[in-house]
């Protein structure tokens, strides 16, 4: 076997066959060969401007041949791929580019005049596509082969990757080649992707899961469909099954709208072979739906941020019926990640006690830490492992069960309740897409459950019935004692629901 680059891009671009399609965008097909053609293209533009290791150069795109080209052309050319929330503000778009002291921007044209006006301000070289939607290389006359810069991948970034934001403001995570590579390893290890591979690709790739589908499927020769419509459900299924797909994969949003709002459970994918699940926790119904409208279609539920690159446990589906709502195994679930459930004096939990604990992490994917943010580094990220902020406990057999996030749990009447508990019980209901619970102040309660619900058809069900639903099934103190019906939740950049705007703004 040939030796691995030290760069991540170099082994990511090496792998597939040169003619074998890569990314499939609308009508137009690029294959292996073609990407390696721009990407080295980026590369050289960007050597050609005398940049030192690790520069960090914006990526400012929607999911496109253009973006994997220049995000691994970035990577490639030993500089850090920074790339940007498409609809985040002019003030975030300033505040990112000024603390990262950023000097360039690659920029798809659709938002070329959008960044244009903040580049201007800032000073900020543009690159945006040549005449060519690909940026062949060749038309620039460039050489194919830049000459490898010299890079420690323990240390040196390969990017800097945004949090989803749903717990706050984003904030840049650190990711050293050496993290993009052991993670890359540890979910090839499980998905065993193969060059036949070709998924569905509806998420973000500034978003950490997204790029995790574009290292892991590239790396292993396979090839990205792209479709950013998945506000028209219809038309990214109909493209699953027009391009024989054999993967998709979502955050629970996506499979709510897909399993209440299409067709999605009633059609037939011949090419199917699994679907992956993270982002969040699904609850419990829609998993039961997707097992039984795709009995033959491994279901691979996993766990990860942005923190540890992206992943760091998976559930085997042979056990996902036995163990649901798990999301692995302490110890090594992943061959380079190892996860304990720790209490407060750093003891682990007794497996099958009712002991609490969070979630702790050790591995070559756990990153460096915030960006410009020291205080919030020390905070998280402690002699070598990452405190996820996740609590969880383990049952007998040693499988870990996420409780909540120690900062969502809601204090009421003295007990601590579990929004996930809630959504799960709501999420039983056929009528509901989505519901998300928070606590809201109450001079009563302390804090009072209070839950958004998102139904199929406008006016389905009444906040009494729903009230009287959980009554059948929560304990007193459990049921929202608030219930409001929205036409959808609040989302962040990643299609996560965003708690936060929920508490303080929910219109």
């Known amino acids: 076997m040939p030796q691995r680059s030290t760069n991540v891009a170099e082994s990511i671009l090496a792998a597939g066959r040169a003619d074998a399609p890569a990314v499939l965008y609308g009508d137009r097909v690029l294959t292996h060969g073609e990407l390696r053609t721009a990407a080295y293209g980026w590369a050289a533009e960007l050597l050609r401007h005398g940049p030192a290791i690790g520069d960090r150069i914006g990526v400012f795109s929607e999911n496109s041949p253009l973006f994997i080209a220049a995000y691994l052309g970035v990577i490639r050319a030993g500089l850090c791929a ?33 960044v244009r006006p903040t580049a201007e ?52 995570v650190m990711v050293t080649h050496r993290n993009i590579q052991s ?37 292993a020769g396979g090839s990205l469909v792209v479709n950013n419509r998945f506000m028209f459900p219809k038309k990214v299924l109909d493209e699953m099954e027009q391009k024989q797909c054999t993967g998709l994969a979502g955050v629970p949003s996506t499979y709510q709208i897909l399993l209440r709002k299409s067709s999605f459970a009633r059609r037939k994918f011949p090419a199917l072979r699994w679907l992956q699940q993270a982002g969040g926790r699904l609850p419990e119904a829609f998993i039961r739906e997707i097992l039984q409208a795709f009995p033959d279609v491994k279901l691979f539920v996993m766990y990860g941020q942005t923190e ?47 002991e609490i604990g969070e979630i702790v992490a050790t591995g070559e994917n756990i990153t460096r830490g915030y960006w410009d943010d020291p205080e919030e580094t020390r905070r998280y990220f402690r002699d070598g492992k990452l405190y996820t902020g996740d ?41 509901v897409v989505e519901a998300a619970v928070v606590g809201t102040p109450d001079d009563i309660w302390g804090e009072a459950v209070r839950a958004f619900i ?24 459990k049921i929202p004692q608030y219930i409001e019906f929205l036409p959808r939740l609040p989302k962040t950049a990643a299609g996560k629901v965003d708690k936060e705007r929920l508490k303080n703004n929910p219109v």
């Open 82 to 114: 920074v790339p940007f929330q498409i609809d985040c503000s002019d003030a975030a778009l300033k505040r990112i580019v000024t603390s990262m002291a950023m000097r360039q921007i690659i920029v798809s044209r659709r938002f070329l005049e959008r």
């Open 121 to 172: 301000e800032l000073g900020v070289e543009l690159l945006t596509e040549g005449d060519s939607p690909d940026f062949r290389c060749a038309k620039m006359g460039l050489s194919p082969q830049p000459p490898l810069s010299e890079l420690d991948p323990k240390h040196d970034l390969a990017a800097v990757m945004f949090t989803s934001g749903s717990t706050g403001e984003p904030k840049g």
């Open 308 to 354: 540890a690159t992206a992943r760091l446990s998976y559930l085997p589906p042979d056990r996902l019926e036995e163990k649901l709502g798990s999301i692995g195994k302490i110890g090594n679930n992943l061959p380079g990640t190892r996860l304990e459930v720790l209490k407060r004096d750093g003891t682990p939990v007794r497996p099958g006690s009712d």
């Open 183 to 219: 993670n890359t390893d540890d979910i090839l290890h499980y998905m065993r992707f193969t060059p036949q591979d070709r998924v569905m690709t509806v998420l973000p790739f500034y978003y950490c899961y997204g790029a995790s589908l574009l290292h892991t499927v590239l790396a």
């Open 391 to 431: 609590m969880a406990r383990v049952d007998s057999d040693g499988f870990i069960f996420i409780v909540e996030r120690a900062r969502d749990f809601i204090k009421s009447m003295g007990n601590r309740i579990s929004p996930k508990e809630v959504e799960d019980v709501l999420g039983e209901m056929p009528e």
């Open 454 to 477: 998102v139904t199929v058809r406008p006016g389905q069900l009444t906040a009494g019935e729903v009230h009287a639903y959980c009554l059948e099934r929560l304990p007193n103190y």
